[in-house]
């Protein structure tokens, strides 16, 4: 290999949850066979993954001038660490790309409304792992990319990694797993893979509706349906027994919970939360002021003031005729359902 397309694993210190040197060194060996002038990534976080991109396609392209990678995330600030800006790692570990980096706050369809007809022979995929996510943001890469194009997908088989097993986060490995077409896998545990295109990228949407026929771990906001022309389906509920278990996990590592609603169903849910001795912090309601400050002696907060940044981090509940639209907004906010919040 020649000096100008040398592997070199970046990552901050302070980063976690990032992709690994062998997910790194599948994403250089990929993007130096493609050779791509411009790229395209959702689900940034820290920015190591951006790093490994960027540096990729400037080995092979050291004396270009053009921007080489547009990046995506739904949070300006570190999922993780919100003293940090996402995508901090670039500017900290390779500030020489920064000119080339070109990072909005959106999701797949802000990146569709800006970068349509962008012709990208590349991009990496690693955003919101639960079904159907992986699948909606590759409709809607769609018009970005070029015939033919690859797409990286990350956490391909995060659920069957030893001490993942059974973890919600099936969207990367149900798009993986049923596409028909070219495809590639490694990195570290084969976790990490890429797909390719057809030549008509217009087949796309009809190939994906096997995917899409999986059981969803997770709604999709109506404008996303509507954009990207997804038939909504309804959410696979995580059995009862299973969501007490995750929330009694919750509150023992001193998470605050926090039961959705203040109408029959939320008042009823959080009720029998407290008859099984799990401490309930109070309620979190659309428009709390009509309600009052405590309802059935909780009190009562709105739902936008909670952050998954917050320390501790909120663990939300929720049930009754509201629950899939508080799902869709709270996924659609880069909440995870199973890991954030459950629904019974």
């Known amino acids: ?33 493609i050779r791509p002038h411009v790229a395209i990534e959702l689900g940034v976080a820290s920015g190591c993954s951006s790093v490994a991109i960027l540096e990729a396609i400037r080995g092979c392209h050291r004396n270009s001038d053009e921007v080489w990678l547009h990046a995506f995330d739904i949070a300006d600030r570190c999922y993780f660490d919100p003293s940090r800006p996402t995508g901090a790692a670039v500017g900290e570990l390779t500030p020489w790309n920064l000119p080339h980096y070109r990072f909005t706050v959106g ?32 409709l809607g890469l769609l018009p970005s990319l070029a015939p033919g ?13 030893e001490g993942r097993q059974g973890a919600r986060g099936h969207g ?51 404008e996303m349906c509507s954009t990207l022309s997804i038939v909504p389906r ?55 002021a009509k309600h009052g400050l405590t309802v059935d002696g ?6 936008q003031t909670l952050s998954r940044a ?5 663990f939300l509940a929720m049930s009754g005729t509201f629950a899939a639209e508080i799902d869709a907004e709270l996924a659609a906010g880069g909440w995870i359902r199973g ?6």
């Not at 997908?153 to 990694?161: Q, S």
């Not at 909780?298 to 739902?303: E, F, G, K, S, Y």
């Not at 890991?339 to 019974?344: P, R, S, T, W």
Request: aromatic residues 6%; positive net charge; hydrophobic residues 45%.
């Open 172 to 222: 990367p490995r149900h798009l993986f797993e049923m596409w028909p077409g070219e495809k590639l896998q490694g990195g570290t545990n084969e976790n990490i893979g890429a797909i390719r295109l057809p030549a008509d990228v217009r087949d796309v949407p009809a190939i994906l509706q096997r995917s899409l026929q999986q059981p969803w771990e997770s709604a999709l906001p109506e």
């Open 1 to 33: 290999m020649s000096e100008q397309t040398a592997f070199v694993y970046r990552r901050p210190k302070w980063g976690r949850g990032m992709i690994t040197a062998g997910d790194a060194r599948f994403l250089h060996d990929l993007i130096v066979t």
């Open 298 to 303: 909780l009190p009562v907060a709105a739902r």
């Open 149 to 161: 194009a690859w797409v990286a997908l990350h956490d391909i088989r995060l659920p069957l990694i």
């Open 339 to 344: 890991e954030d919040y459950v629904v019974l």
């Open 234 to 288: 309804p959410v696979a509920v995580i059995p009862k027994p299973q969501a007490l278990r995750m929330l009694a996990k919750a509150a023992a590592h001193d998470r605050p919970v926090y039961v959705c609603g203040i109408g029959h169903a939320g008042r009823a849910l959080a009720g029998e939360l407290r008859r099984r001795d799990l401490l309930v912090a109070g309620f979190v309601d659309r428009d709390p």
């Open 310 to 314: 917050r320390e501790p981090r909120p």
């Open 107 to 138: 999701d797949v369809l802000q990146a569709q409304r800006l970068l349509t007809g962008l012709g990208a022979r590349f991009a990496f995929i690693d955003g919101n792992h639960l079904h159907p996510w992986a699948t909606a943001d590759l």
